[in-house]
């Protein structure tokens, strides 16, 4: 999950620079931190429990993944202005999870509306 974090990370600062119009496109290490820290809040019990989300039960490390997505997503997305940019990072936090948690395309991770 770190190895995931940092390369989404890395994406995303390498791809969203700061413009005169976007200059809150800074994404720091601070950036990192936040998404643990999120991820840190979240309880045993209810990590371990059965989750239901939408019409899925969620196994613990599933339940893992979608918290991460979600804690990427308030990170990352919630900074972008424009529709065609969080189009464009919701594109790259697919294909990492796909890539680091190795989940097909029509992933079995649903999005958390928290």
């Known amino acids: 999950m770190t190895t995931a974090t940092i390369a989404i990370w890395d994406q ?17 290490m601070r950036e ?35 918290l991460w997505k979600h804690e990427c997503e308030r990170t990352f997305k919630d900074k972008m202005t424009e529709l065609k940019d969080q189009d464009k990072f919701i594109g790259m936090i697919n294909n990492t999870t796909q890539e680091y948690f190795e ?8 999005d958390m509306n928290i």
């Open 103 to 110: 989940f097909e395309p029509q992933t079995k991770i649903p």
């Open 32 to 66: 990192l931190a936040r998404i643990f820290q999120g991820m840190l809040q979240a309880k045993k019990e209810v990590i371990n429990g059965s989750l239901a989300v939408g019409t899925s039960v969620l196994k613990p490390q599933e339940f893992l993944i979608a």
């Open 12 to 28: 995303v600062k390498n791809s969203f620079i700061p413009t005169p119009q976007k200059f809150h496109y800074v994404f720091s």
